[in-house]
């Protein structure tokens, strides 16, 4: 088995109290599903910044990765069929997939 990471990016986040509490029951649902295969839930991200060859930053694109999640899958595409039911794609976002390489 190796380990992925899922990227979220989009997705709307709730206005109102209930709407969030239903987005958390829905997450923690989800995750649910995924049982030992979550190696780390992750967290959602907040401000960013870039730094550039030279050292100097500025600040990131807001937004344009929302937060992350580690998990375990036999392969790629394994790891794509996992995320199918990501709460952040009834919300329009996405789920970016990429194989963490041992070393």
Not at 7 to 33: H, I, N, V
Not at 46 to 65: E, F, L, N, Q, W
Not at 78 to 86: L, P, R, S, Y
Request: glycine share 18%; with cysteine.
């Amino acid at each position: 088995m190796g380990k992925f990471v899922f990227l979220y990016t989009g997705g709307q986040m709730a206005d109102t109290p209930e709407g969030q509490k239903a987005a958390m029951d829905a997450w923690m649902g989800w995750f649910g599903t995924l049982g030992d295969d979550i190696v780390d839930p992750g967290n959602p991200f907040g401000a960013s910044s870039t730094v550039k060859p030279d050292g100097s930053t500025k600040d990131g694109a807001a937004g344009a990765i929302g937060g992350y999640s580690v998990i375990s899958a036999n392969s790629l595409s394994d790891a794509a069929g996992k995320a199918k039911g990501c709460p952040v794609l009834a919300g329009g976002g996405t789920v970016e997939v990429y194989e963490a390489m041992p070393m």
